[in-house]
């Protein structure tokens, strides 16, 4: 298919009429061609064989897991139940248990990864890039910003988002009674537990359908479809793979979302947030151009994390007398993750500028980045998480390398939708229906400008809304 799809955009770009198929399709549309072009040859089609083989084999790692607790055997997903117990012994044999897993696959996840990198800087020096990095820049459209500038908005998050946490983790020791946060303790915001909905998936499902029919008249269109079609596969089983995204069907119009259920809080985070991809697709979908209906995935970002904010006034429908235990949750939850998607942006940028390390060097310099980024972690009886191993269970970096950063972009565009719809919401909701029908017609910043935000990269923009969200933390009350 790739092959297919190389030989037409040439066609295209040689052809007599390029002037004329721009003025039809617009100038992003010739650009991407030009820049697509440039990272597929048949080539180094073996290599990306290899690379899918290698993802199906870390796939099938991580959905085989079979972890015995209390007499119980838990998937991945269903295990996260027990990450969140309120009793910390329970929360710690949990962990655990996970990194026991990870540890009895390290060999093999260690292979993978080793393995994926080398391919993956070979394929790019292969096409004439000079490592992985300006390799993937182009292939994911990021031609408004570069490594520098991720860099400088990585140092923002470390010099003024990293000491807000680290005030908040004390905070959330002294909610939770604890003299230290330990690991386990971390995803825990409230000793009795975190907030979850008050129903199982099919009552879930219903109140979002309510919520979706009073938020718009488009979103209820929306929702009733993807329910009326069995567009949605969202509780967790044995085997499924983990994780939840949402996925396009341009010859039909239609979305699909999958996730995994497991009686959480994520459970209704996850709806709103892959719906919020799901909408953004559905009403792009009649763009002629299918490369238009999705826009870079920084920008896709804003469309999910958006949908999460601008559903706030309707989470009483799911959490009833804990709502406001959830929104606190939420907001909290949100800065939190800043510091840690640095953490992995900046430890891909090291690994593919450094290809040849060893595993044992990798780990190392995940453990030094964690020091940066979350200098509040206190792993206990927890050996193999203390060699610098979490980010094995992160997808991303195995599967879609350079795709992280791109959430922390977002967030802060998103932040500033749940600002606006705070002071008003009809014109917050506007905005966001706007840059959903925009697809991937525009740029990010395009996308950003049109939606009425400042770009993240901006500082005023940056020490704009997370001062806002460090107010309301602070003023918040159950």
């Not at 959905?63 to 996260?80: C, K």
């Not at 490592?131 to 994911?140: D, G, P």
């Not at 520098?148 to 909610?175: G, N, T, W």
Request: charge should be negative.
């Amino acid at each position: 298919m790739a092959e297919w799809n190389q030989n037409f955009v040439k066609i295209i770009l040689s052809s007599r009429f390029l002037k004329e198929i721009e003025k039809e399709w617009g100038a992003l549309f010739i650009s991407n061609l030009e820049q697509g072009i440039k990272t597929f040859s048949n080539e180094i089609k073996p290599m990306l064989i290899q690379q899918s083989e290698l993802t199906k084999q870390y796939d099938g790692i991580l959905a085989s897991a079979e972890i015995e607790l209390d007499g119980e055997t838990f998937n991945l997903s269903r295990l996260e139940r027990k990450l969140l117990d309120p009793n910390r012994d329970v929360r710690k044999k949990a962990q655990q248990a996970r990194f026991d897993f990870l540890a009895s696959n390290k060999e093999e996840l260690d292979q993978i990864y080793d393995d994926m990198v080398k391919l993956r800087h070979k394929m790019a020096q292969q096409l004439g890039f000079k490592n992985f990095i300006e390799f993937r820049y182009v292939e994911m459209g990021r031609n408004e910003y570069t490594p520098s500038d991720v860099a400088r908005f990585r140092d923002y998050v470390h010099e003024k988002i990293v000491p807000l946490i680290a005030k908040q983790r004390k905070k959330q020791a002294e909610r939770l009674g604890v003299k230290e946060l330990h690991f386990q303790d971390e995803i825990l915001q409230f000793p009795e537990g975190n907030p979850t909905a008050q129903g199982n998936p099919e009552w879930i499902v219903e109140q979002a359908r309510q919520m979706y029919s009073e938020l718009s008249p488009q979103t209820d269109e929306f929702f009733n479809m993807m329910i009326d079609r069995e567009l949605m596969d969202l509780v967790t089983r044995p085997n499924k793979a983990v994780g939840g995204y949402c996925t396009n069907f341009p010859t039909f119009g239609i979305p699909f979302i999958f996730s995994n259920f497991n009686g959480t809080t994520h459970d209704v985070e996850v709806l709103t947030h892959e719906a919020g991809h799901a909408f953004q697709a559905y009403k792009s979908r009649n763009n002629k151009v299918v490369d238009y209906i999705f826009p870079t995935m920084e920008a896709c970002e804003i469309h999910s994390m958006g949908m999460e904010y601008l559903t706030w006034n309707w989470m009483d429908k799911f959490f009833g007398t804990q709502t406001s235990k959830f929104k606190f949750y939420h907001l909290l939850r949100s800065l939190m993750f800043l510091p840690y998607c640095c953490a992995v942006d900046e430890f891909q940028h090291w690994v593919y500028e450094n290809p040849e390390v060893t595993p044992a060097d990798r780990k190392a310099k995940w453990h030094e980045l964690e020091l940066k980024y979350l200098p509040w972690r206190i792993y206990e009886d927890l050996p193999y998480a203390e060699e610098g191993t979490v980010w094995q269970f992160q997808k991303h970096i195995y599967e879609m390398p350079f795709y992280y950063i791109d959430y922390a972009l977002a967030q802060i565009c998103a932040l500033q939708i749940w600002s606006k719809s705070r002071k008003n919401m009809d014109e917050a909701l506007k905005d966001y229906i706007r840059i959903c029908e925009i697809g991937g017609s525009k740029t990010f910043l395009e996308i950003v400008k049109a939606g009425n935000m400042h770009s993240p990269f901006e500082t005023e923009c940056l020490d704009q809304v997370i001062h806002e969200a460090e107010n309301w933390l602070e003023e918040w009350k159950n």
